[in-house]
């Protein structure tokens, strides 16, 4: 078995499991925590679909399991949940704590080209290639999980993980979602920063890692089954850190198809926020997941 | 206006305020968090009816109102949430934060008789009488709540509380719920510490804040609208601290109507179990509130 387990509770009817496991990708101990809806367990094990939550600055796996409220709605519909951590932890590079918003728990889900962050902070290889294979193959968990029906949402940098994994790897999440994303890191500060630090100083890599940019390279007619919302109270999105606008408009001018953006009245960039949603998030993957 | 509003959220649809007021009961400022739901708000503010929530040992409102889940179902019911403190905070009286289950965040909702904590530790009088005064009487909060239709539930030492205002109160709440309560606490080493603390020695004196106590003496047939749930997983259970089964048996000796017990499999005493079951606790006040 892959994972050591630090703590098995039962809610919503199922089981959420507090894991660990050593990442060769990362080189460290990487957290996540999962959640088994009550059709995975009863009466035998049996193969759910799979939604992977990506959280936003200083999160761990713990905040959305706490907060967000996905189970509530995976738990009815048969949907297991996994949330991963926000980077690394323990690698100890230089300038590695030193701001809240780059290095430990700011990763952006991005392989790091630049030193001291390219041995470790390889977190698109790590979600995409290495999670998957150690999950899906795992003896205990595995069995658990349909590895052909996978879908991803986000909050925040998460929601900028989420948009941008499924974006780069077309095929391997059936259906994608964001609440307050940075959708167009490469003209926010965030997202300058981060880009910066973990790519270098040419603008034109960041690109290839930026949902706005993706997204606009998308064809004509392609179906990207995205759903998006901002709360309009949301004080990063006042301060252009989250730019949906942006998202919005690549999307138009490229005219691809399923591409919903919300924005919410009055709401703010917390998990208040994000509960009051998250049943509906839920809906749009398990709908492109085959169970609604 | 009585209170101090230090943040307005808007989660589910309504508005979630966190306030302070100043208690004439307890001496202090107290701090209170208050869900309305869209059916008090719109389109102009209509009175509700209103669920109060007690927390657990060491928690301040905020525990549950992020963690609980309570907004979900109130929101969709028409139903107004309010936590309160589990204390009054800043006394600086001896020995009030030596421990995490007595003093500080440990009222156990009583009005203490004993030194040093006669003088500010009220939370009955605080609760049943200065708050809905202050609450229902407020020119900006008053005229979302429907004074006359209120109940109560809570969590641990909250659902102690709970149970024991509704049972000392009759007539004041139209039900009654409770999450692995501490239901028999004169039997128990928590409420044996809290009750000689802040009661004295008298044994005698303590049955009358002792929900299984209290329970034994309603009458044959009396309806007590009363939901209690308590997970098989939980520890303290375990450990005799909630002595559910001594509930069960002062009310089949009593001979009451509407009293439920659950015992619900391989729950803990976190927020994990009571979040899984907010949506029932919110159907069980709202069903004797006349929203269902």
Redesign the interface.
Same mark, same amino acid.
């Given at each position: 078995m892959s994972f050591t387990t630090k703590a098995t509770?039962?809610? $919503? %009817?199922g089981r959420?499991l507090k894991l660990s496991h050593p990442s060769k990708t990362t080189t460290t101990p990487m957290a996540l925590n999962l959640y088994l809806p009550p059709a995975a367990l009863v009466p035998t094990p049996t193969r759910v679909p799979l939604l992977i939550y990506l959280s936003g600055l200083t999160c761990s796996p713990e905040n959305c399991t !706490?907060?967000g $409220?996905f189970?509530?709605r995976a738990s009815q519909l048969g949907l297991a949940l996994l949330w991963p951590d926000t980077s690394p932890r323990g690698l100890n590079l230089p300038g590695e704590k030193d701001a809240w918003d780059f290095g430990e728990a700011a990763s952006f889900y991005i392989d790091a080209t630049q030193e001291p962050f390219a041995g470790g902070y390889k977190m698109e290889t790590y979600l995409t290639k290495e999670l998957p294979e150690v999950l899906f193959g795992d003896e205990e968990f595995g069995e658990y999980l349909d590895k052909e029906r996978v879908s991803i949402t986000g909050h925040s940098m998460g929601g900028h993980g989420a948009l941008t994994l499924y974006l780069k790897h077309r095929g391997l999440y059936k259906s994608v979602s964001a609440f307050a994303p940075i959708a167009n890191p490469s003209q926010c500060p965030w997202g300058e920063k981060a880009f910066k630090g973990y790519l270098g100083e040419d603008r034109e890599a960041w690109k290839a890692h930026d949902a706005t940019e993706l997204l606009g390279k998308c064809e004509k007619r392609d179906n990207v089954k995205m759903l998006v919302d901002v %709360?309009t %109270?949301d004080n990063f999105y006042k301060q252009g850190q989250l730019l949906p606008e942006n998202l919005e408009k690549a999307a138009q001018e490229a005219g691809v198809e399923g591409f919903t953006l919300r924005y919410q !009245? %009055? @709401?703010?960039h &917390? @998990? @208040? $926020?994000m509960? &009051?949603f998250a049943d509906e998030h839920v809906e749009h993957a398990a709908k492109h997941l085959g169970l609604l």
């Open positions: 509770i039962t809610t $919503f %009817g959420l !706490e907060k $409220f189970q509530h %709360g %109270g !009245e %009055g @709401y703010d &917390s @998990y @208040y $926020f509960a &009051s």
